[in-house]
């Protein structure tokens, strides 16, 4: 079992940056893929990016692409989503999820946080 808790979100606006973290307990969280995904009001979950379990590998959402940066810390059991250059489009409740592969479907993943609201204002 994991545990994940994200943070950081919070009211930016247009052109601002803010830096989500999911912290992890449990079982060996290096062991897993994390992804980020958000939901706006009235819209279905929606991939955002996934890094592999070492960290170098990455996939980004192409609305995202340039813009939020996907980085881990295995030693502190922590991810982190960097994202810059926020738009008000990017205004969701964003949420960090765990499996074993890396997937921009919501069914592979296992484990899920709470999620961490974020809202640019233009």
């Known amino acids: 079992q994991v545990q994940l808790v994200e943070s950081g979100g919070g009211l930016v606006q247009a052109g601002g940056s803010l830096r989500l973290s999911c912290a992890a307990s449990?079982?060996?969280?290096?062991?897993?893929?994390v992804g980020w995904f958000r939901q706006a009001p009235g819209k279905e979950l929606e991939f955002v990016v996934v890094v592999h379990w070492g960290g170098v590998l990455t996939q980004y959402a192409e609305s995202v692409k340039g813009r939020f940066t996907i980085s881990r810390d295995n030693a502190k059991n922590v991810v982190y989503l960097q994202m810059d250059s926020l738009e008000p489009e990017d205004t969701a409740v964003y949420y960090c999820?765990?499996?074993?592969?890396?997937?921009?479907?919501?069914?592979?993943?296992?484990?899920w946080g709470q999620g961490t609201q974020v809202t640019v204002s233009s």
């Open positions: 999820a765990a499996g074993p592969t890396m997937s921009i479907i919501t069914d592979q993943y296992l484990y």
């Open positions: 449990g079982r060996t969280f290096s062991d897993y893929m």
